[in-house]
């Protein structure tokens, strides 16, 4: 796996990586605001993480080791394909492991395991623009984030109280970055949004599709809106994982039949795999390959 | 009451190539004064009160508002951030089509309290109550207040506009042909439910339209305009029963008599 000719080191040639790297250092200048770049054309289609794809590119070393998360798993298509991917034309070392990995390049959620000053996590961003819904015109978002005139954006959660009496926003919940920018924490839940506030690691942000890179540098202060009245809260679950019986992580509803079962089990697979082969046990974790975990191992 | 304009325009002109929008308009506007501007169509009505909102620039002029610490600052020097922040405080804008002052997608209430809120009030309940209050002094009923304007008639859009525009107390509210496009009982009710809040809030305020009677009603001072010109100026009253320009006095004899 050394036969890296056909590609230039990581898929786009120096002079991309160059203008890319030019984008994050500015977004890590100004915290949460967005800056415009010259997205390529990649070997994928927009929306399978395009714009994650060109910043992990433009910032991966021979040395790097990468985690790809999709949903907070490491099995799935598009974490299977673009770790694949990375391994073909920078042959750098994967892993799912969340702890040895120096760049993590993730789909909407944030490893449960505590990141470190020596990681960078890619978020792969589907719509930058916290405003968009609310202001479809592009010069006019931009014009108020220049003024930092964000009254607009209390407008939707107040209309989330009137209509269901709180908060209803689950995901991308926009987030104030350094007391300046607000910012579209990508489509996270809000689960994670406490997670990067004054995070040691860096937080890089692609849209490919919208062409604009954010970052939010180590150690940044990372408030999410809300009201007096109504503060921000996070989702909480009335059951541990059914799997490894962890509590206060994020948990995916899995449908096990066609006549309502369900369970709730870790959407952070290495979290999950880790803590049952620490012997931690759900209510409905199958008795046997207990050490290994029942899902395939990434490659 | 105070011996010192609010607004003093001086020489404003606004050309579009070699077309002329508005030509040496000068005027003052006083604390709590309503001024209308009337003429017909074309004559530079719109023109003239987009140059003095600020959301155009004048290609000559100048216009002075007296901000609330007294001192009086020139429209067209200051940055845009501190023109914006004047418009969503201190001044109001009244469209005559209520979709273009309104967000259409968000409910009575939302639209009433975006202004508290892009001020900084972060608290819902205390949002809601003034929403509550504004709705009710526009006649609109306390449970619409989660509707979207796009279930409102007409009328109610354009009460919940004015609602919009008075909830954060302005001095100054610009209005564009406020009664254009509503039948004539709801025009009425407009033009009481307006005049009361002028008069209750003091209000100063410079009505666009095309309509004398409005003008009538609503102002104490008039503007006539023709082809970018002002024509002629005076008391609402002497204008209408003692017009002296030649086209005054043929606008006044153009109303119909029913």
């Known amino acids: ?299 | 009451m105070t011996d010192e304009p609010l607004l003093r325009v001086a020489a404003l002109s606004k050309f579009y190539g070699s077309r002329v929008g508005c030509d040496n308009v000068s005027f003052d506007l006083w604390p709590g004064e309503v001024l209308a501007v009337v003429g017909e169509s074309g004559s530079g009505k719109t023109t003239l009160l987009n140059c003095l909102s600020t959301r155009l620039l004048p290609s000559s002029g100048t216009a002075s508002y007296r901000m609330r610490d007294g001192q009086f600052r020139e429209l067209y020097r200051m940055s845009e951030a501190e023109r914006r922040f004047l418009m969503r405080t201190d001044w109001g804008f009244v469209h005559q089509n209520p979709a273009d002052g309104l967000r259409m997608t968000v409910s009575a209430g939302a639209n009433v309290g975006e202004r508290l809120m892009a001020v900084g009030d972060r608290h819902y309940g205390r949002i809601r109550a003034t929403a509550v209050d504004w709705l009710s002094r526009v006649e609109i009923d306390e449970d619409r207040i989660d509707d979207e304007p796009r279930a409102f008639s007409g009328g109610m859009r354009q009460r919940l506009q004015i609602a919009r525009n008075l909830v954060t107390g302005p001095r100054l509210v610009f209005m564009d042909e406020p009664t254009g496009g509503l039948d004539v009982s709801v025009q009425a009710r407009l033009l009481d439910l307006l005049r009361g809040l002028v008069t209750d809030l003091g209000l100063a305020a410079i009505v666009v339209t095309h309509d004398l009677a409005v003008a009538r009603l609503l102002s104490q001072r008039m503007m006539v305009m023709k082809d970018g010109r002002v024509v002629e100026s005076g008391l609402t009253d002497r204008v209408l029963d003692d017009p002296r320009a030649p086209y005054t006095q043929l606008l006044v004899s153009s109303i119909l008599q029913v």
């Open chain 1, 1 to 299: 796996m050394t036969d890296i000719a056909t590609y230039n080191f990581a898929y786009l040639d120096e002079q991309t990586k160059r203008m890319i790297r030019r984008a994050i250092l500015k977004g890590i200048a100004i915290p949460g605001y967005q800056v415009p770049f010259a997205s390529r054309e990649m070997p994928m289609p927009y929306g399978w993480g395009t714009g994650g794809v060109q910043v992990t590119a433009s910032i991966i070393g021979p040395d790097d080791v990468l985690k790809v998360i999709d949903q907070g798993a490491d099995d799935t298509t598009n974490a299977v394909s673009i770790r694949a991917f990375f391994k073909k034309v920078a042959n750098v070392a994967v892993t799912t492991d969340t702890a040895s990995a120096t760049i993590i390049q993730t789909r909407h959620r944030i490893p449960e395991h505590p990141l470190t000053a020596a990681q960078v996590l890619v978020y792969q961003v589907p719509i930058p623009e916290p405003l968009r819904f609310l202001e479809p015109r592009e010069t006019e978002t931009r014009k108020m984030h220049a003024l930092e005139e964000y009254g607009l954006m209390h407008v939707k959660l107040y209309e989330d109280i009137a209509k269901h009496g709180r908060i209803a926003t689950t995901y991308a919940y926009p987030v104030k970055v350094e007391g300046r920018y607000v910012m579209d924490p990508s489509p996270t839940p809000k689960f994670d949004n406490p997670k990067m506030h004054r995070s040691p690691a860096l937080q890089l942000f692609g849209a490919g599709r919208e062409k604009r890179i954010y970052a939010v540098p180590p150690f940044t202060e990372v408030v999410s809106l809300d009201f007096e009245d109504h503060p921000f809260e996070v989702q909480t679950f009335d059951q541990p994982c059914a799997l490894c019986a962890a509590e206060n992580v994020y948990l995916d509803e899995v449908i096990l039949d066609d006549h309502g079962g369900h369970m709730f089990v870790c959407s952070d697979t290495d979290h999950c795999e880790k803590r049952r082969a620490d012997g931690h046990r759900g209510h409905l974790a199958p008795e046997s390959h207990l050490a290994s975990g029942t899902r395939e191992p990434a490659q």
